[in-house]
């Protein structure tokens, strides 16, 4: 019965603890979302990425022996 007082008596506090953390956590992922630099940096790592990928395989299929 102790346990339970206890959990009762800190249920509220923690419940809003966590709500506050979703908040803050959804937030965060519509700031990411609708950051146009961040969109930006992003395509360009993928650009480079692409070119890099397509550079090997050019390079594996023209000096294969």
């Known amino acids: 019965?102790?346990?339970?007082?206890?959990?009762?008596?800190?249920?509220?506090?923690?419940?809003?603890?966590?709500?506050?953390?979703?908040?803050?956590?959804?937030?965060?992922?519509?700031e990411v979302k609708q950051s146009e630099p961040l969109a930006r940096i992003l395509q360009a790592i993928l650009h480079i990425g692409n070119y890099c990928k397509h550079s090997i395989c050019v390079q594996n299929c023209l000096f294969r022996p």
């Open 1 to 30: 019965k102790l346990e339970l007082l206890v959990l009762k008596s800190s249920f509220d506090h923690e419940v809003r603890e966590i709500q506050i953390s979703g908040r803050t956590l959804r937030l965060a992922v519509l």
